[in-house]
């Protein structure tokens, strides 16, 4: 099975913007970019929203081209496209990603050890 995702020339500024306007969504960004490079099993994020929420906000994020989600098995792993991203809008991951890392008020992604399928 593989999920929809646009092309790099498909992302779009207003819509990734609008995305990255969700605390939890910008949350999950920040998580990624701290994990760079490495698939993330979306149980990772459970701290932050329930199954459902999480299925909702990560379905958000895959289809604005801000992460890529492969399954794998009754997992889904996670990554961010920070490659298309910084070549489409030079600059704009990692302002939003500093800014949020100073931001208290956003949730803070934990540990959790348990598997869901978003």
């Known amino acids: 099975m593989t999920l929809p995702h646009p092309t790099a020339d498909q992302i779009s500024l207003p819509i990734v913007l609008a995305v990255l306007g969700d605390p939890t969504r910008l949350a999950i960004v920040r998580y990624l970019a701290s994990k760079e490079g490495v698939p993330l099993n979306c149980s990772k994020f459970l701290d932050l929203a329930s199954k459902t929420n999480l299925s909702y906000h990560l379905a958000k994020l895959r289809e604005a081209g801000v992460t890529r989600a492969e399954v794998v098995g009754t997992s889904r792993l996670i990554t961010l ?7 489409h809008f030079p600059g704009l991951l990692d302002s939003v990603i500093a800014a949020a890392g100073e931001d208290k008020a956003l949730p803070m992604v934990g540990t959790a050890d348990s598997e869901i399928d978003a």
């Open 81 to 87: 496209r920070r490659d298309d991203l910084d070549k």
